[in-house]
Nanobody, 119 residues
Framework: QVRLQESGPGLVKPSQTLSLTCTVSGGSITTSYYYWGWIRQPPDEGLEWIGYMSYTGNTYYSPSLKSRTSISRDTSKNQFTLQLSSVTPEDTAVYYC???????????WGQGTQVTVSS
């Protein structure tokens, strides 16, 4: 069974870069045709898709976050990483990593990690 686990700092200062890593077990991030994504949920709001990386390493980002977002991977560790730059308190949210089959709905999710942007 595929398992995903987010890790990273829970508190980030405004204007800094948020960096989170998702460690995947039970499956390889290079296996066709899976996509590996990041999603967030701000307090009292719905889920927001941030972006994803395909099994080939291609990346796709939400237009509203594209200028500040980067997703990369370390295939030797079976991990992929989210970097979100120039954060503000509006970036405070629970951040999830997840897997989808192609561009279908996400079928496996991490448990989520709370990130608060505050000075």
């Amino acid at each position: 069974q595929v398992r995903l686990q987010e890790s990273g700092p829970g508190l980030v200062k405004p204007s800094q870069t948020l960096s989170l890593t998702c460690t995947v077990s039970g499956g390889s991030i290079t296996t066709s045709y899976y996509y590996w994504g990041w999603i967030r949920q701000p307090p009292d709001e719905g889920l927001e898709w941030i972006g994803y990386m395909s099994y080939t390493g291609n990346t796709y980002y939400s237009p509203s976050l594209k200028s500040r977002t980067s997703i990369s991977r370390d295939t030797s560790k079976n991990q992929f990483t989210l970097q979100l730059s120039s954060v503000t308190p509006e970036d405070t949210a629970v951040y999830y990593c997840a897997r989808s089959q192609g561009t279908a709905d996400f079928d496996y999710w991490g448990q989520g990690t709370q990130v608060t942007v505050s000075s």
